[in-house]
């Protein structure tokens, strides 16, 4: 069954359908595209996957589990399976690279020296070991969005949401974070829902792409369907 599956979602917000009637089911092991202008939906439907917005009608399942009905102690549990990357990094300034990345782990209470050698590894893996002790405004955009990533991953989520993560950086840069994204894909299997306003993007890494337009979802299929030359 999908990761994660939405079925018959509509979320409204006072008389405003962010999202109507919305079906979508994303497979594990898959990097999966939403695709839309901005006012689309696509801020809304990460929302409701990390359990931060409620549903207005219709389910949401993670892991075969209705969020939906879920309650809050149950919900903290679903979100430590799923990390998150933000357009803006969301980096703790004061606080160095480092300890952002180990954030994650104290709040989950890991002790000391394991977040140290969890630390280590995801530093390594996104190529910044050497900037373990500089603070986030020493560093270069398409950097900060790898502590990002090593943050993100830090509590070994299963689903990684990228919410226009790239779109803060030059084209070159994209590139490099959008590789990075790619390989903790392939190498760890994790499913990634990519978000974003940038065609580019989705014709980088993502199998396969859903279109939303006005709260609704207009096409979704492989990306060489969905995109194919008339
Ligand atoms: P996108 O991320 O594609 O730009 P959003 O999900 O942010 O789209 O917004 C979809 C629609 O829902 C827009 O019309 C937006 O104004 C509305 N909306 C989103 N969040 C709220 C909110 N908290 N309160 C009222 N309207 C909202
Ligand atoms: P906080 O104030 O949130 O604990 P710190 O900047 O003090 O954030 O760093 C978090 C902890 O991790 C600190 O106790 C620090 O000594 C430890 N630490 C940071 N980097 C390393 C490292 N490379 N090896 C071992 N321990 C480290």
Same mark, same amino acid.
Do not use: C
């Given at each position: 069954?999908?990761?994660?599956?939405?079925?018959?979602?509509?979320?409204?917000?006072?008389?405003?359908?962010?999202?109507?009637?919305?079906?979508?089911?994303?497979?594990?092991?898959?990097?999966?595209?939403?695709?839309?202008?901005?006012?689309?939906?696509?801020?809304?439907?990460?929302?409701?996957?990390?359990?931060?917005?409620?549903?207005?009608?219709?389910? #949401? $399942?993670? @892991?075969?589990?209705?969020?939906?009905?879920? *309650? &809050?102690?149950?919900?903290?549990?679903? %979100? +430590?399976?799923?990390?998150?990357?933000?357009?803006?990094?969301?980096?703790?300034?004061?606080?160095?690279?480092?300890?952002?990345?180990?954030?994650?782990?104290?709040?989950?209470?890991?002790?000391?020296?394991?977040?140290?050698?969890?630390?280590?590894?995801?530093?390594?893996?996104?190529?910044?070991?050497?900037?373990?002790?500089?603070?986030?405004?020493?560093?270069?955009?398409?950097?900060?969005?790898?502590?990002?990533?090593?943050?993100?991953?830090?509590?070994?989520?299963?689903? #990684? $949401?990228? @919410?226009?993560?790239?779109?803060?950086?030059? *084209? &070159?840069?994209?590139?490099?974070?959008? %590789? +990075?994204?790619?390989?903790?894909?392939?190498?760890?299997?994790?499913?990634?829902?990519?978000?974003?306003?940038?065609?580019?993007?989705?014709?980088?890494?993502?199998?396969?792409?859903?279109?939303?337009?006005?709260?609704?979802?207009?096409?979704?299929?492989?990306?060489?369907?969905?995109?194919?030359?008339?």
């Amino acid at each position: 069954s999908p990761l994660i599956e939405f079925r018959g979602v509509t979320k409204s917000f006072g008389g405003t359908a962010a999202l109507s009637d919305v079906d979508l089911a994303v497979e594990a092991g898959e990097v999966f595209a939403v695709i839309g202008h901005s006012g689309a939906g696509k801020s809304t439907l990460v929302r409701l996957v990390n359990a931060l917005e409620k549903v207005t009608s219709g389910s #949401l $399942l993670v @892991d075969g589990v209705d969020i939906t009905t879920l *309650p &809050e102690r149950r919900l903290r549990e679903v %979100r +430590l399976g799923i990390g998150m990357v933000f357009q803006q990094f969301n980096l703790f300034r004061s606080r160095t690279v480092f300890a952002n990345v180990a954030y994650p782990l104290k709040v989950a209470g890991w002790a000391k020296a394991d977040r140290a050698e969890r630390v280590t590894e995801l530093l390594n893996f996104v190529g910044l070991v050497d900037k373990a002790w500089q603070y986030p405004d020493q560093l270069s955009g398409g950097q900060k969005q790898r502590v990002g990533i090593a943050r993100a991953l830090a509590t070994n989520p299963r689903i #990684l $949401l990228a @919410d226009e993560a790239t779109s803060a950086l030059d *084209p &070159e840069t994209t590139g490099e974070v959008l %590789r +990075l994204l790619k390989r903790v894909n392939t190498e760890f299997g994790v499913t990634i829902v990519v978000i974003t306003h940038e065609m580019e993007v989705v014709r980088e890494i993502a199998d396969r792409v859903a279109v939303l337009e006005g709260g609704r979802v207009v096409e979704v299929g492989p990306l060489h369907e969905v995109f194919a030359d008339p």
